[in-house]
């Protein structure tokens, strides 16, 4: 099959199994990947934030499989940055000062990790978390005895926190809402994931925000709103990410925090261009609204389902349902969310904070929408199965025990 120059921005997981989707599915043309990080194949982010971090697995463990041949026929610019859109032209504006033609236009440029806001930011041993490079930085300073503080308590907070533990680092973990894993999981959660932290002691600081990050060239200490000052050694901001779309500003196409992509992850009315990813807000007809989700399982089925569409056109595109799914590895327990994490929660089951163990699920006008399971691997697809199908309150008695009901 060939349809003239496929252009792929971002060559992170997305774009990296789109282009092997595509050759997969039988395009022959020719075929562009540009983006900004250097290593080919892509490095899996997982591990960035755990056995990268923790120095249990060398770099190439880390480098995503290549399970398609890309051909001959495939050009990579890397690393280099798309700096703008001429659609009229079909032109990627490239920071090297080239220009790309294409035909079509997969666009997966991912996220970047969202910059602390206030005083400090920029000084030495303030880091984020969202490359390679990052990740060895970050291990390269976490030796005790380190004061590691990490200003957010979301996925990669909370896993940043459990490596650098393991590690023997004192780490204290700032976060404005009342919980960990608040957005993600809900009050019930965050409280159970709160007192596992608890258990291995780290400090957190919870309803608690961040005033500035303080040091002469290099961080010293982090003062909280209420006057409290945290020594610090080395400073992590994992406080949620920016998509990037910063390129696309004058392109013409609708960016509402992420490029806007239709069911069939086209954008707009534009049959040419499909959207991939972290960077991608997709309509998901399964739950009938619009979301954008970060998480590794969502950029491989986004990647194959637009690859798909950017072959079959718009009259044939098929619409892309999905589940969410995030998994987080955290104490050697294994956090599984599934599904929408919002409405009443009913709790299955929940053990001690010493031995990590909790099933429950997330209803909405008596539909299970979501699920949650820490070391019930067995649970976690038959809450899938329940969200697929519509499974109403009732049905969840059948997963693992007899429900209670909680509002949070």
């Not at 666009?107 to 041993?125: C, V």
């Not at 400073?235 to 960016?255: C, K, M, R």
């Not at 972290?278 to 690859?307: I, K």
């Not at 619409?319 to 294994?334: C, E, F, I, L, R």
Request: hydrophobic residues 40%.
């Amino acid at each position: 099959m060939t349809l003239g120059t496929i252009a792929i921005v971002g060559v992170s997981l997305a774009g990296f199994r789109a282009a092997e989707a595509l050759r997969g599915q039988g395009y022959s043309g020719r075929l562009v990947l540009i983006g900004q990080e250097p290593h080919f194949p892509p490095i899996d982010r997982p591990p960035m934030s755990k056995q990268l971090l923790s120095g249990e697995y060398p770099v190439e463990r880390a480098r995503l499989s290549s399970v398609t041949d890309l051909g001959v026929d495939t050009l990579l610019l890397l690393p280099d940055v798309a700096t703008g859109l001429n659609l009229d032209e079909r032109q990627i504006h490239l920071r090297s000062g080239g220009d790309v033609q294409f035909d079509s236009l997969l666009i997966a440029t991912g996220a970047a990790a969202r910059p602390f806001p206030g005083r400090g930011g920029d000084l030495d041993g303030v880091l984020t978390l969202r490359t390679i490079e990052d990740s060895q930085a970050l291990h390269e300073q976490l030796t005790p005895p380190c004061r590691l503080v990490v200003i957010g308590a979301g996925f990669i907070g909370t896993e940043i926190a459990a490596t650098a533990k393991s590690l023997g680092i004192n780490v204290t973990v700032v976060e404005a809402s009342a919980h960990p894993l608040e957005r993600g999981g809900g009050r019930i959660v965050g409280e159970y994931v709160r007192d596992i932290h608890a258990h291995h002691g780290v400090d957190m600081r919870l309803q608690s925000f961040v005033r500035s990050i303080d040091g002469d060239g290099r961080v010293e200490s982090v003062t909280l709103d209420d006057g409290t000052v945290l020594p610090a050694d080395v400073v992590v901001v994992a406080i949620g990410s920016l998509p990037n779309t910063e390129w696309l500003e004058d392109s013409g196409l609708p960016v509402d925090d992420g490029i806007v992509c239709g069911a069939n992850l086209l954008v707009a009315d534009t049959p040419f261009i499909a959207g991939a990813g972290d960077v991608a807000r997709w309509y998901n007809p399964l739950f009938g609204c619009s979301m954008r989700v970060e998480h590794w399982t969502n950029a491989v089925e986004q990647a194959a389902a637009a690859a798909t569409s950017l072959l079959a056109g718009p009259r044939a595109a098929p619409s892309h349902s999905s589940v969410p799914y995030v998994w987080s590895d955290q104490y050697g327990a294994k956090l599984q969310l599934i599904g929408i994490t919002t409405g009443d929660f009913v709790l299955l089951e929940r053990g001690p904070a010493d031995a990590p163990l909790m099933v429950g699920a997330f209803i909405e006008r008596d539909r299970v929408v979501g699920g949650v399971c820490i070391n019930r691997p067995a649970a976690v697809s038959k809450l899938r199965r329940l969200v697929l199908r519509g499974g109403t309150r009732s049905d969840v008695e059948g997963v693992t025990a007899v429900p209670t009901a909680i509002r949070g």
